[in-house]
């Protein structure tokens, strides 16, 4: 009898867990100069109260499986996640000479940036899962640098995440305007954000008394979260599994403290 009730017991936890599969869409929606986005939701449909917003932001390659997967893993955890597309609808670089002018064409135009990350995030806000007190924004090289030229431009965050982003900025005093902590996820080694990056954004962050950690991870260059970027630290982003293992953690960490 009692193992009969276990295995009964077995079988409607296997399907309770099938019907609180994460549920995914494509989400359009429009930046103030008309560009048409398309972003990526991942979340829990049997949570039924609003939960915190995770907004994801891509790499200098543009949304793609590396963010989506992040949405549907931080989903399973009981956020909203959503991958925010800053190019537009349908536009993904095909390699890297046509990522790094995409980039540059953004970096270098950081109102235009602010314009389209802003719109992912209010779309990530007006969701009725989403409790919009809670939302923090998290970016990946490109996406680091443009996560925190939203939290710069002023918008309500309970917390920032960068994981082996660009840090400079043409207006530091513009950290002022920023909301909630800091998270700061390097690589030591990373050639593509040299010292003098760093320390400015030390010194940016201090003089505009923001709550900012940072944590830099030996060995690292930049790319260290991505597979993708192979392991050869000579050509300046690889992989590192260490590191990558250690910035999730601390990252977890980081949202139980600001979102719960």
């Excluded at 309770?16 to 929606?29: D, G, I, L, P, R």
């Excluded at 007006?126 to 918008?155: D, H, I, P, Q, W």
Aim: glycine residues 8%; positive net charge; aromatic residues 8%.
């Amino acid at each position: 009898m009692i193992k009969k009730t276990a295995a009964i017991l077995g079988v409607l936890l296997m399907a309770n867990q099938a019907f609180a599969a994460v549920k995914t869409e494509s989400v359009e929606y429009k930046a103030a100069d008309g560009t048409v986005m398309e972003g990526f939701v991942a979340y829990d449909d049997t949570i039924t109260k609003p939960r915190p917003g995770i907004l994801i932001v891509h790499d200098w390659m543009g949304l793609g499986e590396f963010q989506k997967n992040k949405a549907k893993q931080l989903a399973k955890q009981g956020y909203v996640a959503f991958a925010a597309d800053v190019y537009g609808k349908g536009v993904r670089p095909a390699n890297a000479d046509e990522a790094k002018e995409l980039a540059t064409k953004y970096k270098s135009d950081r109102a235009l940036l602010r314009d389209h990350i802003r719109a992912a995030y209010a779309t990530l806000a007006a969701m009725k899962r989403v409790n919009n007190a809670k939302l923090v924004v998290m970016g990946y090289c490109f996406g680091g640098t443009t996560a925190l030229e939203l939290a710069r431009s002023g918008v309500p965050l309970a917390g920032t995440v960068t994981f082996h982003g660009g840090l400079s900025t043409p207006t530091p005093e513009d950290a002022k305007n920023i909301k909630g902590p800091v998270l700061v996820l390097h690589g030591a080694d990373d050639p593509l954000v040299p010292p003098a990056e760093v320390q400015g954004f030390k010194d940016e962050m201090k003089n505009a008394n923001v709550n900012m950690t940072f944590i830099a991870y030996p060995g690292a260059v930049h790319a260290f979260t991505n597979p993708a970027a192979g392991n050869d630290n000579s050509k300046g982003a690889a992989y590192n599994a260490a590191a990558d293992k250690a910035s999730w953690k601390e990252f977890q960490k980081f949202l139980k403290k600001v979102v719960g």
